[in-house]
Every structure is written in C-alpha cells, then in structure tokens.
C-alpha cells in the first residue's frame, strides 16, 4: 500500500519550489543543482528527493503552479469586474494592478517562467493529460493562454484601437512593461509595485504626453 502524504507535503513543496526559484535566479538554472537548492533548503539532496526526483521536476511543478496562479488572477478579476459592474477599460486596469501585484509576490518565479522555461523537455509526456504534449509546451501553452486573456481585455477596453493587424504588438507592448519588472522594480525602491501599476494604467489611458 503506498503511503499516504502528509498534511504538509504541499506546503514543503511550495517552500522548496521558492527556494529554488531563488537559487535558479541567484545562480541560473544551468548552474543551480540539486545540491545547491538543498542546501538552501537545510535539507539532505536524499530529502530532496523524496519530493523531486530531478531539478526539471522542480522548475515544471514551479511553471504549473505559477502559470496558473496567473490564469487564476486574470479569472478572479473578470469575475470582479462583473460583481462590480466595471466598465472594461476600468476593468483592465484592476487587471494591471492585480497582475503587479502578484508579481511583487512572485518575483523569482516569474523570472524563472520567462527565462527558464527553455530547460524544460520538449519530449511529449502522457503523464501531463495529453499524450503529444510535452513539459515545454504544457508551459508555453499557459502563456498563450495568458497572452490571449490579456488581448481579450484590452479589445472590450478599446475596441477601435485594436485591430487583427496590431492586437498582438499591442498586447505585448502592454506585457513588455509589465513582465520585466523583477529585473529592476524593488519593494524598497523609491517606486512601489503599486505606485508603478499607476504609471502603467497612466500610460494605457493617457499616453506619456497625457495629464
């Protein structure tokens, strides 16, 4: 009979998927091994193992998690925006603000979602639901998926200026500000992740040259 996880298995997995995030930040991913996240984790690399059988298995299950948190964000402000009869420009901007807000939460994971998720097999794995999707496109997928709630957001919001021709360098423009803000954007900074998601909801609204 197998043996039933503990209560806090999912816990000590998301503390070691934190601590690697960090380790694949601090070192790269190439460079981190299994070694090295165990050590910051206080534990054995046998202990480790109990949990992962192998560093792709961490940055997977770090990239689901991640990946879906996002999604879950995108879905809890459509429902908000319903609940409280936004309009979709206003509906958008909650949008910003919830995305930078869980960015500031999830810096290190984020990183690892747009640097690292070139490590990741693109060898199709039946374990994933889907026999002819790999770990790489399992994650790459959830992108799209992100990319797409983000185009659908900012269509409902400006509906002229959105066209079949520039929805997607739109929609990345839009991304390019927000993404890379684990690079340079420090809780301790003279800009908060708030303050900058008014900068950005600013520049959607009114342009650098706006009031």
């Given at each position: 009979?197998?043996?039933p ?19 694949f930040?601090?070192?790269s ?11 910051a ?5 046998a ?10 298995a961490?940055l ?9 948190r ?30 930078l ?9 984020h990183?690892?979602?747009?640097n ?68 340079w ?13 008014e ?5 959607i609204?009114n ?5």
């Amino acid at each position: 009979m197998a043996r039933p996880k503990s209560a806090s298995h999912d816990l000590k997995r998301d503390a070691i998927l934190d601590i690697a995030a960090r380790c694949f930040a601090e070192r790269s991913y190439s460079a981190a091994s299994m070694n090295d996240i165990a050590a910051a984790c206080g534990t054995s690399k046998a202990r480790l193992y109990h949990y992962y059988d192998s560093k792709e298995a961490i940055l997977l299950d770090l990239l689901e998690r991640h990946t879906q948190r996002l999604l879950a964000v995108i879905a809890q402000t459509e429902a908000k925006a319903q609940r409280e009869n936004l309009d979709e420009r206003a509906a958008l901007h909650a949008l910003v603000r919830s995305l930078l807000q869980e960015y500031e939460s999830s810096a290190t994971r984020h990183a690892a979602l747009l640097n690292d998720t070139k490590f990741l097999s693109d060898t199709p794995d039946p374990a994933l639901g889907n026999p002819a999707t790999s770990p790489r496109e399992l994650i790459l997928n959830r992108q799209r998926d992100i990319v797409a709630a983000l185009t659908r957001f900012l269509k409902r919001a400006y509906p002229q200026r959105l066209t079949l021709a520039n929805q997607t360098a739109l929609t990345m423009m839009l991304l390019g500000m927000i993404n890379w803000t684990f690079t340079w954007l420090r809780p301790d900074g003279p800009m908060s992740y708030a303050q900058f998601a008014e900068e950005v909801v600013a520049v959607i609204e009114n342009g650098l040259g706006g009031a």
